[in-house]
């Protein structure tokens, strides 16, 4: 499959405790987005990276959010010290910005977190 | 700032009816349109797009979209709505300054065998 994939697929953990979560993006995709969804909503922008650069952070992340793309290619998000509000599905995708050619973004099948 | 709405939360058609899913955006300045669906348990996949062009975009499984400037609008249709359609609908769109991508709240769709 060469798709974009996200590890792990489902996450329970406690109040408090450290997640972080994997994206592996399309190999020629320059861009990766994260977004978070809950029930009855579209998915909502956190942040995205253009190769190695952080863009842009929604403002509605805070602080305990983190995400980085060290080379360019696989992205992680790290939320610490988790609260049950962060309790969503977390969603990767990524896709092609060029000159000549742009394609739409290709979504993962998404990190469900479960905080308890 | 940038928006997209969706009006149509919940959706219910029997079989062979004709769907329109509204979609709106507000951004003056140039857009690209998309419309995602989300079936049951899967991820989001695309259905169709728009970049430039033809504004009567048509994309996969017999869905089409029209991309009217003046209305800001993006509405989803098909003519003849299977059992198999019902899935969750997005609209989204991006500007050519940041390419980021912005989703409308969903079109839950329901279709009735």
């Known amino acids: 499959d060469t798709g974009v994939s996200q590890d792990p697929r489902h996450k329970i953990t406690k109040r408090g405790q450290n997640v972080t979560f994997r994206c592996d993006p399309i190999s020629e995709h320059n861009r990766l987005y994260w977004y978070r969804q809950t029930l009855g909503q579209g998915p909502e922008f956190l942040t995205y990276?253009?190769?190695?650069?952080?863009?842009?952070k929604s403002r509605l992340l805070s602080d305990r959010f983190s995400a980085e793309r060290p080379k360019g290619s696989f992205s992680t998000l790290e939320i610490q010290r988790t609260e049950q509000g962060d309790s969503a599905m977390y969603l990767c995708?990524?896709?092609?910005?060029?000159?000549?050619?742009?394609?739409?973004?290709?979504f993962g099948q998404g990190t469900r977190l479960t905080v308890v | 700032a940038q928006s997209v709405s969706q009006h149509n939360h919940h959706v219910i058609l029997s079989e062979a009816a004709s769907l329109e899913l509204g979609c709106n955006y507000s951004y003056g300045g140039t857009v690209n349109l998309f419309w995602y669906v989300q079936y049951p348990g899967q991820h989001l996949q695309l259905l169709l797009k728009?970049?430039?062009?033809?504004?009567l975009v048509k994309g996969i499984k017999g869905f089409e979209a029209e991309f009217i400037k003046s209305k800001f609008s993006f509405n989803l249709r098909k003519p003849s709505v299977q059992w198999s359609d019902t899935a969750e609908y997005f609209c989204?769109?991006?500007?050519?300054?940041?390419?980021?991508?912005?989703f409308g709240t969903g079109t839950r769709l329901k279709v009735l065998a």
């Open positions: 990276f253009q190769n190695e650069a952080q863009l842009e």
């Open positions: 989204a769109a991006t500007t050519s300054g940041t390419y980021k991508y912005i």
């Open positions: 728009y970049f430039s062009g033809d504004p």
């Open positions: 995708a990524s896709s092609l910005l060029g000159r000549s050619r742009n394609t739409e973004a290709f």
